[in-house]
Protein backbone atom coordinates (compact mmCIF):
# COMPACT_ATOMS: atom_id res chain seq x y z
CA UNK A 1 0.00 0.00 0.00
CA UNK A 2 1.71 2.87 -1.11
CA UNK A 3 1.63 6.62 0.59
CA UNK A 4 -0.74 9.50 0.03
CA UNK A 5 2.20 11.60 -0.83
CA UNK A 6 3.69 8.75 -3.60
CA UNK A 7 -0.35 8.20 -4.97
CA UNK A 8 -0.58 12.22 -5.40
CA UNK A 9 2.43 11.79 -6.84
CA UNK A 10 1.70 9.37 -9.42
CA UNK A 11 -1.77 11.08 -10.45
CA UNK A 12 0.17 14.43 -10.96
CA UNK A 13 2.45 12.55 -13.07
CA UNK A 14 0.86 9.99 -15.21
CA UNK A 15 -2.32 11.93 -16.39
CA UNK A 16 -0.42 13.39 -19.29
CA UNK A 17 -0.20 11.20 -22.26
CA UNK A 18 -2.55 7.79 -23.08
CA UNK A 19 0.43 5.64 -22.33
CA UNK A 20 0.71 7.33 -18.84
CA UNK A 21 -2.94 7.22 -18.05
CA UNK A 22 -3.38 3.59 -18.85
CA UNK A 23 -0.50 2.71 -16.18
CA UNK A 24 -1.75 4.77 -13.72
CA UNK A 25 -5.39 3.24 -14.55
CA UNK A 26 -3.64 0.10 -13.61
CA UNK A 27 -1.71 1.64 -10.28
CA UNK A 28 -5.54 3.18 -9.04
CA UNK A 29 -6.79 -0.16 -9.82
CA UNK A 30 -4.68 -1.75 -7.14
CA UNK A 31 -4.39 1.04 -4.81
CA UNK A 32 -8.70 0.59 -4.80
CA UNK A 33 -8.43 -1.50 -1.30
CA UNK A 34 -6.60 1.02 0.10
CA UNK A 35 -8.26 3.75 -1.05
CA UNK A 36 -11.38 2.40 0.54
CA UNK A 37 -9.66 1.53 3.99
CA UNK A 38 -8.40 5.51 4.09
CA UNK A 39 -11.63 6.68 2.23
CA UNK A 40 -12.45 9.08 5.75
CA UNK A 41 -8.94 11.06 5.16
CA UNK A 42 -9.07 11.57 1.74
CA UNK A 43 -11.21 14.47 1.30
CA UNK A 44 -7.67 17.04 1.96
CA UNK A 45 -5.88 14.87 -1.27
CA UNK A 46 -8.47 16.39 -3.82
CA UNK A 47 -6.97 20.12 -2.98
CA UNK A 48 -3.64 18.91 -4.25
CA UNK A 49 -5.66 17.89 -7.80
CA UNK A 50 -6.76 19.55 -10.76
CA UNK A 51 -10.27 17.75 -11.58
CA UNK A 52 -9.47 19.62 -14.95
CA UNK A 53 -6.14 17.61 -15.67
CA UNK A 54 -6.24 14.98 -13.58
CA UNK A 55 -9.51 13.65 -14.10
CA UNK A 56 -8.62 9.69 -13.36
CA UNK A 57 -7.08 9.75 -10.06
CA UNK A 58 -9.57 12.80 -9.11
CA UNK A 59 -12.17 10.57 -9.78
CA UNK A 60 -11.00 7.35 -8.01
CA UNK A 61 -10.15 9.25 -4.99
CA UNK A 62 -13.54 11.41 -4.96
CA UNK A 63 -15.43 8.13 -5.17
CA UNK A 64 -13.58 6.81 -2.25
CA UNK A 65 -14.72 9.70 -0.15
CA UNK A 66 -18.76 9.81 -1.42
CA UNK A 67 -19.02 6.57 -0.26
CA UNK A 68 -17.77 7.47 3.72
CA UNK A 69 -19.24 10.81 3.43
CA UNK A 70 -21.96 11.11 6.21
CA UNK A 71 -24.41 13.83 7.49
CA UNK A 72 -23.19 17.43 7.07
CA UNK A 73 -20.53 16.73 4.59
CA UNK A 74 -23.27 15.80 2.14
CA UNK A 75 -23.80 19.24 1.00
CA UNK A 76 -20.25 20.06 0.08
CA UNK A 77 -19.88 16.50 -1.39
CA UNK A 78 -22.67 17.85 -3.96
CA UNK A 79 -20.65 20.95 -4.85
CA UNK A 80 -17.31 18.94 -4.73
CA UNK A 81 -19.10 16.21 -7.15
CA UNK A 82 -20.77 19.25 -9.42
CA UNK A 83 -17.99 20.79 -9.94
CA UNK A 84 -15.78 17.80 -11.28
CA UNK A 85 -18.20 16.89 -13.26
CA UNK A 86 -18.18 20.21 -14.90
CA UNK A 87 -14.50 20.34 -15.12
CA UNK A 88 -13.57 16.51 -15.91
CA UNK A 89 -11.71 15.20 -18.65
CA UNK A 90 -14.35 13.28 -20.84
CA UNK A 91 -11.64 10.84 -22.34
CA UNK A 92 -9.96 10.35 -18.63
CA UNK A 93 -13.32 9.87 -17.13
CA UNK A 94 -14.57 7.22 -19.63
CA UNK A 95 -11.40 4.77 -18.45
CA UNK A 96 -13.59 4.26 -15.65
CA UNK A 97 -16.92 4.33 -16.33
CA UNK A 98 -18.25 2.20 -13.72
CA UNK A 99 -16.77 4.88 -10.88
CA UNK A 100 -18.26 7.73 -12.74
CA UNK A 101 -21.25 6.49 -12.84
CA UNK A 102 -20.96 5.67 -9.03
CA UNK A 103 -20.28 9.42 -8.54
CA UNK A 104 -22.88 10.38 -10.38
CA UNK A 105 -25.56 8.28 -8.67
CA UNK A 106 -23.74 9.55 -5.44
CA UNK A 107 -24.83 12.81 -5.93
CA UNK A 108 -28.76 11.75 -7.43
CA UNK A 109 -29.10 10.35 -3.76
CA UNK A 110 -27.59 12.85 -1.92
CA UNK A 111 -29.94 15.68 -3.93
CA UNK A 112 -32.77 13.29 -2.82
CA UNK A 113 -31.76 13.68 0.30
CA UNK A 114 -31.24 16.89 1.00
CA UNK A 115 -34.85 17.55 -0.95
CA UNK A 116 -33.00 19.33 -3.25
CA UNK A 117 -33.13 17.58 -6.54
CA UNK A 118 -32.45 20.64 -8.96
CA UNK A 119 -29.15 21.11 -7.98
CA UNK A 120 -28.44 17.46 -9.72
CA UNK A 121 -30.31 18.19 -13.11
CA UNK A 122 -27.64 20.32 -14.46
CA UNK A 123 -24.64 18.44 -13.47
CA UNK A 124 -26.04 15.02 -13.97
CA UNK A 125 -26.87 15.83 -17.80
CA UNK A 126 -23.21 16.74 -18.05
CA UNK A 127 -22.45 14.03 -16.98
CA UNK A 128 -24.79 12.26 -19.52
CA UNK A 129 -23.14 13.79 -22.42
CA UNK A 130 -19.81 12.92 -21.58
CA UNK A 131 -20.19 9.72 -20.40
CA UNK A 132 -22.28 9.28 -24.37
CA UNK A 133 -19.82 7.92 -27.38
CA UNK A 134 -22.30 9.85 -29.33
CA UNK A 135 -25.79 10.80 -28.73
CA UNK A 136 -27.68 7.88 -30.08
CA UNK A 137 -26.16 5.79 -27.16
CA UNK A 138 -28.38 5.23 -23.88
CA UNK A 139 -26.33 5.17 -21.16
CA UNK A 140 -27.25 4.15 -17.50
CA UNK A 141 -27.26 7.74 -16.72
CA UNK A 142 -30.20 8.68 -18.22
CA UNK A 143 -32.80 7.17 -15.96
CA UNK A 144 -30.98 9.09 -13.37
CA UNK A 145 -31.36 12.19 -14.74
CA UNK A 146 -34.83 12.41 -16.32
CA UNK A 147 -35.51 10.96 -12.04
CA UNK A 148 -34.30 14.00 -10.94
CA UNK A 149 -35.96 16.56 -13.43
CA UNK A 150 -39.22 14.59 -13.23
CA UNK A 151 -38.85 15.69 -9.10
CA UNK A 152 -37.40 19.00 -9.63
CA UNK A 153 -40.03 19.72 -12.58
CA UNK A 154 -37.57 20.97 -14.95
CA UNK A 155 -39.11 18.96 -17.81
CA UNK A 156 -37.85 21.25 -20.63
CA UNK A 157 -34.12 20.15 -19.20
CA UNK A 158 -35.36 16.46 -19.07
CA UNK A 159 -36.73 17.24 -23.02
CA UNK A 160 -33.43 18.07 -24.42
CA UNK A 161 -31.97 14.39 -23.85
CA UNK A 162 -35.40 12.84 -24.85
CA UNK A 163 -34.96 14.70 -28.74
CA UNK A 164 -31.95 12.52 -29.05
CA UNK A 165 -32.29 9.11 -31.35
CA UNK A 166 -31.52 6.24 -29.43
CA UNK A 167 -30.15 3.21 -31.33
CA UNK A 168 -27.54 1.73 -28.76
CA UNK A 169 -28.79 0.32 -25.75
CA UNK A 170 -26.56 -1.90 -23.91
CA UNK A 171 -29.19 -2.93 -20.92
CA UNK A 172 -32.90 -3.67 -20.96
CA UNK A 173 -33.60 -2.27 -17.56
CA UNK A 174 -32.35 0.86 -18.63
CA UNK A 175 -34.28 1.62 -21.96
CA UNK A 176 -37.56 0.21 -19.97
CA UNK A 177 -37.22 3.40 -17.04
CA UNK A 178 -35.42 5.83 -19.65
CA UNK A 179 -38.73 5.40 -21.51
CA UNK A 180 -40.88 5.61 -18.50
CA UNK A 181 -39.34 8.72 -16.90
CA UNK A 182 -39.30 10.32 -20.36
CA UNK A 183 -43.02 9.64 -21.12
CA UNK A 184 -43.65 11.34 -17.74
CA UNK A 185 -41.51 14.09 -18.40
CA UNK A 186 -43.63 14.64 -21.54
CA UNK A 187 -47.27 14.26 -20.09
CA UNK A 188 -45.68 17.09 -17.82
CA UNK A 189 -45.21 18.91 -20.95
CA UNK A 190 -48.45 17.61 -22.60
CA UNK A 191 -46.31 16.30 -25.63
CA UNK A 192 -49.01 13.51 -25.55
CA UNK A 193 -47.67 12.09 -28.95
CA UNK A 194 -44.05 11.82 -27.88
CA UNK A 195 -45.36 10.54 -24.53
CA UNK A 196 -47.27 7.80 -26.38
CA UNK A 197 -43.91 6.71 -28.33
CA UNK A 198 -41.92 6.33 -25.18
CA UNK A 199 -44.46 4.33 -23.14
CA UNK A 200 -45.14 2.23 -26.47
CA UNK A 201 -41.53 0.89 -26.89
CA UNK A 202 -41.88 0.13 -22.98
CA UNK A 203 -44.89 -2.35 -23.81
CA UNK A 204 -44.16 -3.73 -26.95
CA UNK A 205 -40.02 -4.62 -25.64
CA UNK A 206 -39.54 -8.10 -25.77
CA UNK A 207 -39.83 -9.37 -22.07
CA UNK A 208 -40.32 -12.88 -20.24
CA UNK A 209 -42.25 -11.49 -17.44
CA UNK A 210 -44.58 -9.17 -16.36
CA UNK A 211 -42.53 -5.60 -14.42
CA UNK A 212 -43.69 -3.31 -12.43
CA UNK A 213 -42.40 -0.62 -15.61
CA UNK A 214 -44.37 -2.66 -18.11
CA UNK A 215 -47.30 -2.38 -15.44
CA UNK A 216 -46.98 1.28 -15.01
CA UNK A 217 -46.64 2.24 -18.58
CA UNK A 218 -49.96 0.41 -19.50
CA UNK A 219 -51.68 2.10 -17.54
CA UNK A 220 -50.73 5.85 -18.28
CA UNK A 221 -50.44 4.45 -22.09
CA UNK A 222 -54.43 4.15 -21.90
CA UNK A 223 -54.76 7.00 -19.89
CA UNK A 224 -52.74 9.15 -22.46
CA UNK A 225 -54.14 7.17 -26.09
CA UNK A 226 -57.70 8.64 -24.85
CA UNK A 227 -56.48 11.82 -23.79
CA UNK A 228 -54.38 12.73 -27.40
CA UNK A 229 -56.49 10.34 -29.98
CA UNK A 230 -59.69 10.02 -28.43
CA UNK A 231 -59.26 5.91 -28.37
CA UNK A 232 -57.49 2.98 -27.41
CA UNK A 233 -55.97 0.22 -29.58
CA UNK A 234 -54.69 -2.28 -29.13
CA UNK A 235 -50.85 -3.13 -29.71
CA UNK A 236 -49.61 -5.04 -32.70
CA UNK A 237 -48.96 -8.98 -32.95
CA UNK A 238 -45.44 -9.02 -32.21
CA UNK A 239 -46.41 -7.54 -28.51
CA UNK A 240 -45.03 -10.01 -26.06
CA UNK A 241 -47.56 -12.60 -24.56
CA UNK A 242 -46.42 -11.52 -21.40
CA UNK A 243 -48.83 -8.36 -21.62
CA UNK A 244 -52.12 -9.62 -22.96
CA UNK A 245 -52.12 -12.41 -19.94
CA UNK A 246 -51.16 -10.55 -17.22
CA UNK A 247 -53.10 -6.87 -18.39
CA UNK A 248 -56.28 -7.84 -16.88
CA UNK A 249 -55.15 -8.87 -13.33
CA UNK A 250 -52.92 -5.33 -13.07
CA UNK A 251 -54.83 -3.18 -15.16
CA UNK A 252 -58.58 -4.32 -15.72
CA UNK A 253 -60.11 -0.79 -14.01
CA UNK A 254 -58.01 1.37 -17.24
CA UNK A 255 -59.81 -1.26 -19.63
CA UNK A 256 -63.11 -0.31 -18.08
CA UNK A 257 -62.14 2.94 -18.41
CA UNK A 258 -61.38 2.80 -21.81
CA UNK A 259 -64.73 0.86 -22.40
CA UNK A 260 -66.75 3.72 -20.90
CA UNK A 261 -64.84 6.27 -22.65
CA UNK A 262 -65.74 4.74 -26.21
CA UNK A 263 -69.46 4.99 -25.01
CA UNK A 264 -69.31 8.77 -25.40
CA UNK A 265 -71.35 9.42 -22.40
CA UNK A 266 -69.95 11.33 -19.72
CA UNK A 267 -72.36 9.79 -17.25
CA UNK A 268 -71.06 6.89 -17.43
CA UNK A 269 -67.41 7.76 -17.74
CA UNK A 270 -67.77 9.84 -14.23
CA UNK A 271 -69.47 6.80 -12.79
CA UNK A 272 -66.23 4.48 -13.79
CA UNK A 273 -64.08 7.07 -12.41
CA UNK A 274 -66.06 7.22 -8.73
CA UNK A 275 -65.98 3.28 -8.71
CA UNK A 276 -62.26 3.09 -9.06
CA UNK A 277 -60.94 6.77 -7.47
CA UNK A 278 -58.79 4.88 -4.92
CA UNK A 279 -57.22 2.73 -7.31
CA UNK A 280 -56.47 5.85 -9.90
CA UNK A 281 -54.97 7.81 -6.72
CA UNK A 282 -52.89 4.48 -5.06
CA UNK A 283 -51.36 4.72 -8.83
CA UNK A 284 -51.03 8.44 -8.61
CA UNK A 285 -53.09 8.97 -11.79
CA UNK A 286 -55.79 10.81 -10.76
CA UNK A 287 -54.52 13.88 -12.30
CA UNK A 288 -54.47 12.11 -15.88
CA UNK A 289 -57.98 10.90 -15.45
CA UNK A 290 -59.65 14.06 -14.83
CA UNK A 291 -57.81 14.30 -18.48
CA UNK A 292 -59.40 11.94 -19.90
CA UNK A 293 -63.21 12.90 -18.57
CA UNK A 294 -61.81 16.84 -19.97
CA UNK A 295 -60.84 15.59 -23.48
CA UNK A 296 -64.44 13.44 -23.83
CA UNK A 297 -66.11 16.79 -23.29
CA UNK A 298 -63.98 18.21 -25.79
CA UNK A 299 -64.15 14.70 -28.21
CA UNK A 300 -68.34 15.47 -28.18
CA UNK A 301 -67.67 19.17 -28.76
CA UNK A 302 -65.39 18.14 -32.09
CA UNK A 303 -68.39 15.65 -33.09
CA UNK A 304 -71.41 18.64 -33.12
CA UNK A 305 -68.54 20.35 -35.73
CA UNK A 306 -69.12 17.71 -38.03
CA UNK A 307 -73.08 17.31 -37.74
CA UNK A 308 -73.83 21.63 -37.58
CA UNK A 309 -72.71 24.50 -39.01
CA UNK A 310 -74.30 26.72 -36.17
CA UNK A 311 -75.85 25.51 -33.03
CA UNK A 312 -76.20 27.27 -29.85
CA UNK A 313 -74.66 27.38 -26.17
CA UNK A 314 -77.26 25.89 -24.58
CA UNK A 315 -77.50 22.99 -27.08
CA UNK A 316 -73.96 22.11 -26.86
CA UNK A 317 -74.20 22.23 -22.80
CA UNK A 318 -77.00 19.67 -23.08
CA UNK A 319 -75.54 17.40 -25.70
CA UNK A 320 -71.90 17.12 -24.25
CA UNK A 321 -73.92 17.11 -20.59
CA UNK A 322 -72.34 20.43 -19.01
CA UNK A 323 -74.37 21.90 -16.37
CA UNK A 324 -74.11 25.49 -17.74
CA UNK A 325 -73.85 27.06 -20.91
CA UNK A 326 -70.83 29.50 -19.19
CA UNK A 327 -69.09 26.16 -18.74
CA UNK A 328 -70.05 25.28 -22.63
CA UNK A 329 -68.88 28.67 -23.50
CA UNK A 330 -65.66 28.32 -21.34
CA UNK A 331 -65.08 24.64 -23.40
CA UNK A 332 -65.23 26.33 -26.64
CA UNK A 333 -63.41 29.30 -26.01
CA UNK A 334 -60.75 26.68 -24.27
CA UNK A 335 -60.39 24.34 -27.92
CA UNK A 336 -60.35 27.88 -30.56
CA UNK A 337 -57.65 29.25 -28.30
CA UNK A 338 -56.03 25.74 -29.04
CA UNK A 339 -56.73 25.09 -32.84
CA UNK A 340 -58.85 22.36 -31.70
CA UNK A 341 -61.78 23.82 -33.41
CA UNK A 342 -62.41 26.51 -35.56
CA UNK A 343 -65.14 28.15 -34.51
CA UNK A 344 -67.02 31.93 -33.62
CA UNK A 345 -68.98 32.82 -30.47
CA UNK A 346 -71.57 35.08 -30.95
CA UNK A 347 -71.90 36.70 -27.38
CA UNK A 348 -75.58 38.32 -28.64
CA UNK A 349 -77.75 35.35 -29.07
CA UNK A 350 -75.53 32.51 -27.38
CA UNK A 351 -75.24 31.10 -31.06
CA UNK A 352 -71.63 29.61 -31.65
CA UNK A 353 -70.43 29.18 -35.85
CA UNK A 354 -68.29 26.58 -36.37
CA UNK A 355 -65.87 26.81 -39.41
CA UNK A 356 -63.15 24.93 -41.90
CA UNK A 357 -59.51 24.87 -41.04
CA UNK A 358 -58.07 27.68 -42.70
CA UNK A 359 -54.51 26.06 -43.26
CA UNK A 360 -54.29 26.03 -46.67
CA UNK A 361 -50.55 23.95 -46.68
CA UNK A 362 -48.64 26.14 -48.72
CA UNK A 363 -47.02 28.99 -46.52
CA UNK A 364 -43.66 29.05 -46.17
CA UNK A 365 -43.72 28.01 -42.69
CA UNK A 366 -45.46 25.01 -43.62
CA UNK A 367 -43.16 23.94 -45.93
CA UNK A 368 -40.18 23.94 -43.99
CA UNK A 369 -42.04 21.55 -41.39
CA UNK A 370 -43.08 19.18 -44.37
CA UNK A 371 -38.81 19.76 -46.01
CA UNK A 372 -37.38 19.08 -42.37
CA UNK A 373 -40.01 16.10 -42.12
CA UNK A 374 -39.44 14.52 -45.15
CA UNK A 375 -35.11 15.27 -44.23
CA UNK A 376 -35.87 13.29 -41.06
CA UNK A 377 -37.30 10.44 -42.43
CA UNK A 378 -34.73 10.15 -45.12
CA UNK A 379 -31.75 10.49 -42.29
CA UNK A 380 -33.93 7.09 -40.56
CA UNK A 381 -34.25 5.19 -43.55
CA UNK A 382 -30.69 5.18 -44.15
CA UNK A 383 -29.64 4.64 -40.48
CA UNK A 384 -32.30 1.90 -40.69
CA UNK A 385 -30.55 0.35 -43.59
CA UNK A 386 -26.89 0.30 -42.32
CA UNK A 387 -28.19 -0.91 -39.06
CA UNK A 388 -30.29 -4.07 -41.33
CA UNK A 389 -26.58 -4.49 -43.33
CA UNK A 390 -24.49 -4.45 -40.18
CA UNK A 391 -26.61 -7.30 -38.29
CA UNK A 392 -26.86 -9.19 -41.71
CA UNK A 393 -22.88 -9.49 -42.10
CA UNK A 394 -22.96 -9.97 -38.37
CA UNK A 395 -20.79 -13.43 -37.79
CA UNK A 396 -22.67 -14.77 -34.50
CA UNK A 397 -26.47 -13.52 -36.54
CA UNK A 398 -25.39 -15.53 -39.01
CA UNK A 399 -24.00 -18.14 -36.71
CA UNK A 400 -27.41 -18.46 -34.54
CA UNK A 401 -29.34 -18.27 -37.93
CA UNK A 402 -27.60 -21.69 -39.01
CA UNK A 403 -28.31 -23.28 -36.16
CA UNK A 404 -32.00 -22.86 -36.19
CA UNK A 405 -32.00 -23.36 -39.92
CA UNK A 406 -31.28 -27.93 -40.72
CA UNK A 407 -30.82 -26.67 -44.52
CA UNK A 408 -30.09 -23.56 -46.17
CA UNK A 409 -30.91 -22.73 -49.97
CA UNK A 410 -28.74 -20.08 -52.22
CA UNK A 411 -31.78 -18.05 -52.25
CA UNK A 412 -31.08 -17.62 -48.13
CA UNK A 413 -28.20 -15.71 -48.67
CA UNK A 414 -29.58 -12.83 -51.24
CA UNK A 415 -30.27 -10.19 -48.76
CA UNK A 416 -26.65 -10.74 -46.77
CA UNK A 417 -24.64 -8.10 -48.13
CA UNK A 418 -21.93 -8.83 -50.74
CA UNK A 419 -18.84 -6.65 -48.36
CA UNK A 420 -19.31 -9.80 -45.49
CA UNK A 421 -16.87 -12.65 -46.81
CA UNK A 422 -16.75 -15.93 -45.05
Partial sequence: MESAEAMIAHIQGLSSTPEDLAHLHNLLKQSEDSLESQAPNLGPLLTQLDPSK????????????????RGEQENELVSTIAKFIDSCVTEQIRLAPEKFVSVCRK??????QL????????????????????????????????????????????????????????????????????GMICIGLK????????????IT???SSMNAIAVESYKKYILVS?????QFSNFPKYTSSVIS?????????????????ASGKISELQACLETYREKFVTDNNVGLVKQVVSSLYKRNIQRLTQMYLTLSLQDIANTVELNTTKE??????????????FATINQKDGMVSFHEDPEQYKSCEMIEHIDSSIQRLMALSRKVTAMDEQISSDPIYLAKIGRERQRFDLEDFDTVPQKFHM
Avoid: W
Avoid at 54 to 69: K, N, Q, V, W
Avoid at 226 to 230: F, K, Q, R
Fill in 54 to 69: HSLGYLYILEACASAT
Fill in 226 to 230: LIHNG
Fill in 328 to 341: AEMHVLQMIQDGEI
Fill in 245 to 261: RNQKNFCQYYNELATSY
Fill in 205 to 207: SPM
Fill in 107 to 112: LKDETM
Fill in 191 to 202: RFRKALELLYYV
Fill in 115 to 182: QMPIRGVAPLRTAVRKLQPTSEHLTTLHPDFLVLCLLAKCYKAGLSILEDDIVEVEQPRDLFLYCYYG
